[in-house]
């Protein structure tokens, strides 16, 4: 997920990259979804479970792919849907033992004060950039009209365009996320504009953390303690928020009043209780198995992915059921 990519560019880093058995190395987008891992590093909670946690940021999917193949990386931490995205199978390396944040507001679709509904946008121009989660929930709507995005005449852009690409009459709707979805809205009052699709609406846009299987066999407690200070950091979140965003801002480069308006408007961290109930146990398969489907079948759909990938065998629930409250 890069939706905060073209505002914050910024290489941070989580400790000194001493490797041991102990550490755990992570690449993860620009976003302050992930921010539980540098909170819980800033807090010492790994420190206190007897782990290193090295963090840095990568936008690039094919980067961070090449890098968990490579094995230079343990974890990283995308939406679903990416986690799906070409080149991906069954040999990949990575599977899914959490979850850390959905996004309530920070991805949608805007549109033109003239249309009503998703309906509405048939024929018409939409503007979206590809392999982004707006996408899926605009296939997702179509879906339910009985339509496709062949429906559409689809425009590709960079999402960072989205203000300048609003402001053309010719396009009807914008696929985006935040920043770019409210400012656009803003820039361009004559459009009349409004957010006709939103992930608050959703839960397909989720925030997974993917481990490496040979690792995750070998060192399972590792990923337990781990899964623990993340959740632990997210449990301070909801207690004192102020100071896990006085924590957070500084790893992103923004202030803190910038990372609570993200936060505030665009995400929704998952607790303990919550990523137990999405990823469920080996006996009883949570939420995000079937969430894992509907989002896969979008993603066959719209060329995003060539591999048809089981929930069962992208999802691995042992590490988390070890981790206590």
């Not at 590093?41 to 790994?46: E, V």
């Not at 910038?258 to 939420?287: C, F, M, N, Q």
């Not at 989002?295 to 629930?317: C, F, P, R, Y």
Request: hydrophobic share 45%; with cysteine.
């Amino acid at each position: 997920m890069s939706r905060i990519a073209a505002v914050v560019c910024l290489l941070g880093t989580v400790s000194a990259p001493v490797l041991a058995a102990d550490t755990i190395r992570v690449l993860s987008p620009t976003w302050p979804g992930f921010a539980p891992v540098f909170v819980a590093s800033d807090k010492g909670y790994f420190k206190e479970l007897g782990l290193t946690v090295d963090m840095k940021f990568e936008d690039d999917r094919a980067n961070v792919m090449a890098a968990m193949a490579r094995g230079d990386i343990d974890v990283d931490m995308r939406t679903v849907g990416e986690h799906q995205g070409r080149p991906r199978d069954e040999s990949t390396p990575g599977i899914i033992i959490g979850t850390i944040d959905k996004s309530v507001g920070g991805d949608g679709v805007i549109a033109d004060g003239s249309i009503g509904s998703v309906a509405d946008l048939r024929g018409k121009k939409i503007a979206v950039e590809p392999n982004i989660p707006a996408r899926l929930l605009l296939q997702l709507a179509l879906k339910k009209q009985g339509m496709t995005l062949d429906d559409l005449s689809i425009l590709e852009i960079a999402t960072a365009d989205t203000a300048a690409v609003f402001a053309d009459t010719s396009v009807a709707a914008v696929g985006t996320y935040q920043p770019f979805l409210s400012q656009a809205i803003t820039i361009s009052p004559a459009r009349k504009g409004k957010v006709l699709l939103s992930s608050v609406d959703s839960e397909i846009i989720i925030d997974v953390i993917t481990a490496r299987q040979d690792d995750l066999k070998k060192n399972p407690k590792k990923y337990q303690n781990f899964l623990t200070g993340i959740y632990k950091a997210v449990e301070l979140f909801k207690t004192n928020p102020a100071e896990f965003i006085k924590l957070a801002a500084p790893h992103y480069n923004l202030s803190e009043d910038e990372v609570k308006e993200i936060i505030d408007t665009s995400l929704a961290y998952t607790t303990l209780a919550e990523a137990k109930d999405l990823i469920g146990t080996d006996g009883k398969p949570g939420r995000l198995y079937g969430i894992f489907d509907t989002v896969m079948q979008l993603n066959l759909e719209n060329g995003a992915a060539d591999t048809k990938l089981t929930a069962a065998s992208q999802i691995d629930a042992s590490a988390l059921s070890q981790v206590s409250p």
